[in-house]
């Protein structure tokens, strides 16, 4: 099956014309040892034979919509994604356009992302935002790369939490690796209380950046105002990585004072899809935009006076600034940026608090019923959606009894932090029922009768 | 293009302005970026700067150009209304378009305006 | 000032809002109700808009109509590969097995992810001739500085830490120098030869003990297969360097020739360029990376690996590995999987090896037909048999047109314009690349255009100038977007002016 619209008559005028007798004379610049090598891959498909072979594959998984019963987290959430978007995405003018480079022609792309950012300062209280990142995990590495260049280097150090993402943080290293950034605080222990103390210490006049999490990795609501003005008032910016949901309803980072908001943006309408793609927001303060990397959309006219939008300060980017960028980043995640804005606007004001309410009304039902089972304890702080459970035996043996009951149970925490290898990470969304929480309520019991 | 007689030119196309030490960028320079929309200057009074060396970094709406030091001294006072009003650099590029000042310093190899006229007319082509 | 406010095509979502409508309700809690923390941890207001769902189907349906895309017409845009995206992909990467997978799940509960990735990896190693893939980045500047963080911690495992300098040529994408800037490395810009190969010479005097490597797109950005690539590399690796292959052309290639077996060290896929994965707008991309055995080693983690061969006729499980000296990991979780991999599997399974080489030589027909149907009108700088595009010059002796009026005009004639203004090296640069997805027709049409547009520009110019005059949006003032930097709808009670 292929997709190639020239008959063997018209390929033989085509030839004529470009002045060669066949296909294959074509590539004659192309070393004659290593030309025209025999691929060892399966025979070609037709398209009916393609879905079918797919439709197997895809069979030998276990969904989280049928299959199975699902309290993980720990950074992409199952949340209901109305019909209305995938409808509006499959539209072939949306997908199949390149990035907006011709305003003229791509006014639909363009002002899509403009309403994306629009709607990305509302959710996080920031000034501005990004057309976004690839996700949570590399714009929280591309804030790193902000306060580097905002203080051009003099400023080596960043302070992470250790509370932060395992899998942001791991990315945040291999970011820096080549320059020549500290990056501090990750490693400092988590207390049996899940608690992180020493941070503020940590913050100096070397240090550029601090980086913490909104609920933070363990699902916990802390006010960061106060790390926030003991951090600037050393000089040093803050970031704070935001679940968007969450910020349905708890005061915004923005509120707090952060200098950068970033998170992961698949709650907001985007598929697991197994982990992706999705996206990652990116939203600052007005004084920071000549050093936030990625594409931005602005407001202008065109010639007949008629508002419209270009991809704008596009000299800060690769393409004309080069080795002096402060990014490599060329794409963003524009079709599902679109897909945000989609439900942002189709779940509005009312739908997304609806949402954010659910996840906390059910979450807090989960915690209060694993509570009070023998030998189980959820952590006593001021949580969101998602919670510390600790086990009377190690997560991952729970998780496996668990799965024999089609229930994922939660993130083992253990896997980053050796200290909490009895604890669990459950998250409950407005997907989870009262009887799906009864009856991992129950499970959980017998695991402890095992 | 316009190019004063009082000043010193570089082939990167800075101008200095060795009466005052003031150090700006040329007519020619900024009429090639087109409308510039971002200066961040890239020094502070008390630096000492290396001719050949960047001082300055500028972006316009198509292009964007690093600002070399056209001499070797000590930074004295820098243009901080660039920062808010940088199409000043389009407007008046030797006058309040002015980006550092130096002073006790060597100029690098400078051309007179004669000579960076000539050099401006050979790069029209 | 009256007269100057601008004139509203199409409201934005927030001017749409009433306040009390809701496109969508979700069921009340069936749990008892918790009560909410206390206020100062609250937010005051929640300032979205409020739409039903018809508002926001109207909404979008009338901005999609405001778009050029490959759907509705000839996109040739040099270096960025606007095939036909079949519509298939769209369906299978849709499966609920795909879509409703955690990326945390056990392995056990995943195989058919597992495995669909572990073959992709197999696949793409077989297609380019690398000894190992990793499928996480996220994008092709992804992959590049995946690419390059490996070359830079090969040297460093070797205890060989002089080496900062890369090699770049001057034809080159920009996402290749500020791939080497994150890592703080010095760019050496090596420039083309007369025939748009690399300058042997200039590239043996740049070769010494400091040399990272070199990053080189091949076909390059002229469109051009470099004549001596055997001898670049060859040069580059007598130098202790590596050789970095930007697979942003692939296309050209598939089943032609296999950069691994040429010599590069390590190259990165475009999956949204030469495997079809639409471009989505913008994106997401995905940009798989293909080192030789020697870097192996280095790949980020995770890779998807065999954990236990099965027995007999039995799969295999499949799980995660992490490579012995790894550089790390790239992004959270796996890759983009869904959008990217299963769509890119799709396409390879429906091609076959046979299928694969058509899609090289059929792109390259395309190109060289439109070449010699435009080289007596457009002065072509580097003219000889090109690969998947070529770089023609958008000026005429004589006349004050310019690349930018000519592009601008190809939308009155409804065709998306080529890339122009790139690669820097060739004057007023117009970049076409028509794929191997368009007919004859639609090519002859694209070339009678262009030379039509040639006569207008010696008996009209201003048409050019002016134009587009038949799209529904024309030229924009770009000035005032970053002199003002209007870059949201709506804006927070507590902003103020930095």
Known sequence: MTYIPISPKERDTMLKTVGVKSLDDLFEAVPARHRFPALDLPPALTEMEAAQYLGEIADHNETVRGDLISFLGAGMYNHYIPSVIDHMLRRGEFYTAYTPYQPEISQGTLQAIFEYQSLMTALTGMELSNASHYDGATATAEAVNLAFAQFRGKRAKVVVSPAVHPQYRAVIRTYTQGMGVEVAGDDLAIGDQLSVSGLETLIDENTSLVIVQYPDFFGRVHDYTNLIETAHGRGALVCVVANPTALAIFKTPGEMGADVVVGEGQPLGLPLWFGGPSLGFFTTRKQYVHKMAGRLVGETVDNKGQRAYVLTLTAREQHIKRERATSNICTNQGLLALASAIYLSVLGKNGLKQVANLCYQKAHYAAGALNKLKGYKVSSELFFHEFTLECPQPASEVNAHLLEHGILGGYDLGQDYPALKNHLLVAVTEMNSKEEIDLLAETLAEANHD | ?125 | MTDQTPKIVEPTIFDLSSPGRTGVTFPAADVPVAALPPEHLLRSDLPLPELAEVDVVRHYMRLSKFNYSVDSGFYPLGSCTMKYNPKIDEDTCRLPGFVYTHPLQPIETVQGNLALMHTLQEWLKEISGFAAVTLQPAAGAHGEFTGVLMMAAYHKSRGDTKRTKMLIPDAAHGTNPASVGMLGMTVQQIPSDARGNVDLEKLKAACDDTVVGMMLTNPNTLGLFDEHVEEVIKLVHDCGGLMYGDGANLNALLGIVRPGDVGFDVMHFNLHKTFAVPHGGGGPGSGPVGVAAHLADFLPEPLVGIIEEGEGDEAPLFGFVKPQKSIGRMKAFHGHFGGGFVRAFTYIALHGAEGLKDIAQYAVLNANYLQARLRDTYRVPFDRICMHEFVAEGRFEGSDVRALDIAKRLMDYNFHPPTNYFPLIVHEALMIEPTETENKDTLDAFADALIQIAQEAKTDPDLLHNAPSTTLFGRMDEVKAARELVLCCWLPENYSEA
């Open chain 2, 1 to 125: 293009m316009n190019a004063p007689s009082n000043l010193k030119y570089a082939t990167s196309d800075e101008w200095f302005e060795p009466a005052s030490g003031k150090v700006g960028i040329t007519d020619y320079a900024q009429n090639q970026l087109s409308d510039i929309v971002f200066v961040e200057i890239l020094v502070e009074a008390g630096d000492a700067v290396e001719a050949g060396k960047a001082i300055a970094s500028v972006e316009s709406v198509k292009a964007s150009a690093e600002i070399l030091a056209p001499a070797t001294g000590t930074v004295t006072a820098i243009n901080k209304g660039l920062a808010d009003k940088p199409e000043t650099l389009n407007s008046d590029p030797f006058g309040e378009g002015w980006m550092i000042q130096i002073e006790g310093g060597a100029a690098g190899d400078l051309m007179d305006a004669a000579a960076y006229s000539a050099y401006c007319e050979s790069r029209a082509h």
